[in-house]
């Protein structure tokens, strides 16, 4: 094991994205002169990477910037601070026509499968847009291959000239998919994917979600709050709290033993479908909500809801350390860690 | 025909129409269409149930599956929802604690609503008057029931309840308004007025879901002590197996407007005899076990309301629909028979399915097919 | 509250001084700009041109615009004299210009004119405001009935008839064929019963116009509201429907009708410059076409900075119970 301090972004497969300390503050004015009195701290530093091939699963709650953090990555949106890197080039700071050819490999799937189509526009338009602003014309044509793109994700090609209202939810989210997809993306990115639908319609999508990864080799962001959905589909998992990373591993030592007090409650606040163990299993309850992103609490965000919390963690921010070989954790008190591991946390 | 044979449950096992019920709740036959310029949505289309004090009811069901109206019903609220008011279509009997509701006059059933029946909604920020402060609104839904009491009392007593349901500084808080409270401490003011008159049917409809994981972890032992302390019978409405799975004794699974299976909660999950209880335990993603199998969704979508398919409403969606012969599940509705199977195990003799498939088929397809792959 | 208050206040003080500065810019410097001679426009074109001089020279037309302002703004408060080589008036304050076709200053005429449009005004608001809302909200309970039809359709047409035809068809009607109503305008103070007679149909006339969009504008709201959430809590804590309806779903289908309250108060003006030509009533409205009619540029001035006062106080009144009606408003 390396010291623990610094971290390579990249240990282990090629980084297809990297992330660098990113922030993104949005300010908050107010009166006539707009003078800025606050910012939401949205998203405050964070650094990981994405792995070619592999699905990074990002969860939290409302406020904690998971959202935001996509559409940072994705360049939605302009980071404050910190810088992002996709296949070794910077893209923190790229205008429209800068990122214009790296759309292509770079695509979102947004939540609510209800607005984000334009009802005014057939399914054939909406699919074939992107080959309309990249000026590509694929081959066999737009129409050919927007047919077989509708056939990919499970759709009829006679879908073709039919209306986004004509369509149910799980049709919608699929129509989505296909139009983030037309392009042969490297990198997906779906903010909260499956929320917006039924339980039965969920599995479609997150199977085709899957089988659409096997097939074409994609890499796949997933953002949501839903743990039982991030742990069905990642590969890692990244935590977040108020902006901030608090544990990142791989899918198998997350819910075996997470490290991070406020994953452990995560975990066990999730209900299970399964009557007989309401009884046994052990549950934390947290107090209170989420603070307000505008000021969050001071040192480790966590304090004011974390029952291991010090005088340590109100005036320290821990760091994101890797406390075993691919698990990162920021805590000074981590649970489930190696002894001499932990101590190094608590000091440093 | 097998059918014949076996006891309706339409009617509840202990009595016929009409006549009054020996459960708390007893809901026979309830059907809730609206007209519409489409045609005729059948939201709630036949269901029966019953329940008693201290009891929980967990009603499952996706959207369009008649859940949500089910409960409106029984508040008497249905004329009130989306395809407009008055002009619901309700029939069937709703008895509640000994008298019947659907032939009462409808300011006694008001009268009875806040009361002995009381509701908790899904969004706890537009469930509440922007306008109002939290106390007004609690005071209100008191006074409304004691008009003798004063001011003071009433308020008293919704600091009491503020208290309760664990709202910190109390006294303070009673003369907020909604947008200044977090989206927990809103449903727990939601909750705090529901519980105000001592109601002895509590029905909840989605509580949690609008709320945080760890929100709703709160939400939902305060539900659960709530009722230990109160001794009401609840109803728990939500799309959420894990939701039922913490807090119901019994669980009633509706597709189309019907309940397709019902059971106590514990045989639901483990032995469930239901294709489409079978398709919704197969979609779900588990947090509590390494899943490397895929997902097992049901095909399809779920029905429209203004068109239910002939037969099994299920049939289009289900992989056993050709199993019974001679394509029963097109042509002829199932009704409710009570397996079996389960008679002599816990909660015997309570567990109800409707479905074509012989019993020891369906015992067969669970335990060979289906179980091994959750 | 208190904060809020002040800071409406102050924008109140604020916006009648850009109203002033308006004003006078548009009848005194542009003339000036344009070329052509504001005096001219005080006189008439017939006048002798020592007449004119000394016009010139009492309005101080020769100084520059802002010392003009300033004199303007000074004579509000503290009044002024028109001084000439020849001549001199004396106009008291409250100052708002000095009629010289009329040799009087503007503001005993004005102040006895603003109560008849005051009268008119409000009473047609109260009007409106009531019927109109009583109607939407019958309408929204009733939807899709004969009565939500009727008022809906009688709606349409109070918005799309033109005051005058609405206003010389009751005339006709109401006054010279049935004889029910009639007479000339009375003040309040010598005789309410008459006040009252006077303007009955003038208040009936205007109001029809707005109160046929206030009714189209509750029902649509008084429809959305009822499909909130909160409305069904309301049901489900056994109110009973009167006390849904008036106090829950009032409450908050007075919020929109309250905005665009405010902002007709201002356009009010228009139609009541109609309706008091129709019905002569000497009002503030008739004064405005007298003066445009008689190029008596001082009054015109007069005229335009009470109607805008009058809509910048409104629109105060309409902020501050606004943020009564909401504490979102008050709070943040």
Redesign the interface.
Known sequence: MTIPGQQAPSDGPEALLTVDGLVKHFPITKGLLRRQVGAVQAVDGLTFDVRTGETLGVVG??GCGKSTMGRLITRLLEPTGGRVTFRGKDISHLGVAGMRPLRRDIQMIFQDPYSSLNPRHTVGTIVGAPFKLQGITPEGGVKKEVQRLLELVGLSPEHYNRYPHEF?G??RQRIGIARALALKPKLVVADEPVSAL???????V??LL?DLQDELGLTYVIIA?????I???SDRIAVMYLGKLVELTDR?SL?AKPMHPYTK??????????????TKRE?I??K???PSPISPPSGCRFHTRCWKATDVCKAQEPPLLALEPGHQVACHHPENAPEAAAAGAAGG | MTTAAAPSPASGPASGPGEPPTAFLDVRDLRIHFPTDDGLVKSVDGLSFQLEKGRTLGIVGESGSGKSVTSLGIMGLHTVGQYGRGKARISGEIWLDGKELMSADPDEVRRLRGREMAMIFQDPLSAMHPYFTIGHQIVEAYRVHHSDAGKKTARKRAVELLDRVGIPQPDRRVDDYPHQFSGGMRQRAMIAMALVNNPELLIADEPTTALDVTVQAQILDLIRDLQKEFGSAVIVITHDLGVVAELADDILVMYGGRCVERGPAEQLFSAPRHPYTWGLLGSMPRIDREQTERLIPVKGSPPSLINIPSGCAFNPRCPYADVPAGGITRTERPELRLVTGAAGGPGGGQHWSACHMAEEERTRIWTEEIAPKL | MFAYIVRRLFAVIVMLLVVILVTFGIFFAIPKFTGSDPALMYVGKQADPAAIEGIRQKLGLGEPILEQFWNFVRGIFAGRDYASANDSVHCPAPCFGYSFRHESPIWPELTSRLPVTLSLAGGACVLWVTGGVLTGVVSALKRGTVWDRTAMTVALSGVSLPIYFTALLSLAVFKYKLGWVGGEYTSFGDDPGSWFGGLILPWVTLAFLYAAMYARLTRATMLEVLGEDYIRTARAKGLAEPVVIGKHAMRSTMTPILTVLGMDLGALVGGAILTETAFSLPGLGQAAVAAINERDLPMILGVTLITASAVVFANLVVDLLYAVIDPRVRLS
């Open positions: 709650e409302s149910s799980g049709q039924d339980v039965s319609i969920q599995a479609q997150v199977n899957d709050h839903d743990l039982s959905v742990r069905h589909v198998t819910y409650a995560l975990l066990s606040a999730v209900p299970v479908p399964d009557p007989k163990r309401r549950r309850l947290l209170g909500d989420v």
